[in-house]
């Protein structure tokens, strides 16, 4: 089975930032576009972002200019940068490899 193991969720005041992490199998990221879900209670899992192999990566446009996807190979980790966090992000957060494979989440809550 493939463990995706996410980190760095937590309580933050509106405007605040926090980073995800997500730590995968080296074959993972070779394999699979990574990706960054989450769901609110009472609501569907939606894309946050996405990072495939090639090309470019892929914003949903609540977070954009605002979150920031990135990955380091050599560390087998996916990254999520959140800034400017508003009440609305709260969620839990989840990684995604291909939409297959995926991590247990992380819970963000934004409140003051």
């Known amino acids: 089975q493939v463990q995706l193991v996410e980190s760095g969720g937590g309580l933050v005041q509106p405007g605040g930032s926090l980073r995800l992490s997500c730590e995968a199998p080296?074959?993972?990221?070779?394999?699979?576009?990574m990706g960054w879900y989450r769901q609110a209670p009472g609501k569907q899992r939606e894309l946050v972002a996405a990072?495939?192999?090639?090309?470019?990566?892929n914003y949903a446009d609540f977070v954009k200019g605002r979150f920031t996807i990135s990955r380091n190979n050599a560390k087998n980790t996916l990254y999520l940068q959140m800034n400017s966090l508003k009440p609305e992000d709260t969620a839990a957060y989840y990684c995604?490899?291909?939409?297959?494979?995926w991590g247990q989440g992380t819970q963000v809550t934004v409140s003051s």
């Open positions: 995604s490899a291909g939409q297959i494979h």
């Open positions: 080296d074959w993972i990221f070779t394999l699979y576009t």
């Open positions: 990072m495939p192999r090639a090309g470019a990566t």
